[in-house]
Structures are given as C-alpha cells and as structure tokens.
C-alpha cells in the first residue's frame, strides 16, 4: 500500500472534519502528526503539530474532489 500525501489541515478541528469526510467515503487513510499535534495545541503551521493527510495512491484522485472546498492553490499538495 502507498500513501501519497494529499492535503495538510489549517487547525484540528478542520482535521477531525477531512478525517470524518474521508470515512464516509470509505477511502483508506491515514492523518500523520495527528497524535503528535494534541501536544501542541494552536495553528497547525510548525513542525511540532502540523498534520498531512495521506491517502491510498489509488483514492488520490476521489480525495482530492473530495477536498475540493478545502483546498487553496498554495495549501495543494501536487
């Protein structure tokens, strides 16, 4: 199984809710730093809490539709 990244979450609560969106489409994925971040607390912006959404290589494309309202230019992960 490969993970591509998709997607890094602007706060947890926009994580939980991606998290959520990507369960109910049944598309295998994993949240990484998600763990790790609840330790530190606050914008999701430095190495410390920052969390990327991996998702299987073969599910890119329905997460990125997916995620479409989510996704700024500069947020995108190619």
């Not at 706060?11 to 990484?32: D, F, G, R, T, Y």
């Not at 494309?61 to 992960?77: R, W, Y």
């Amino acid at each position: 199984m490969t993970l591509i990244a998709v997607y890094r979450p602007k706060s947890n609560s926009e994580a939980l809710v991606i998290e959520a969106l990507m369960q109910a489409h049944h598309i295998a994925h994993v949240m990484q730093g998600g763990a790790f971040s609840s330790m530190y607390p606050g914008a999701l912006r430095t190495s410390l809490n920052a969390q990327t959404l991996l998702v299987e290589e073969e599910q890119v494309a329905l997460a990125k539709a997916l995620l479409v309202d989510f996704l700024d230019e500069d947020e995108a992960i190619p």
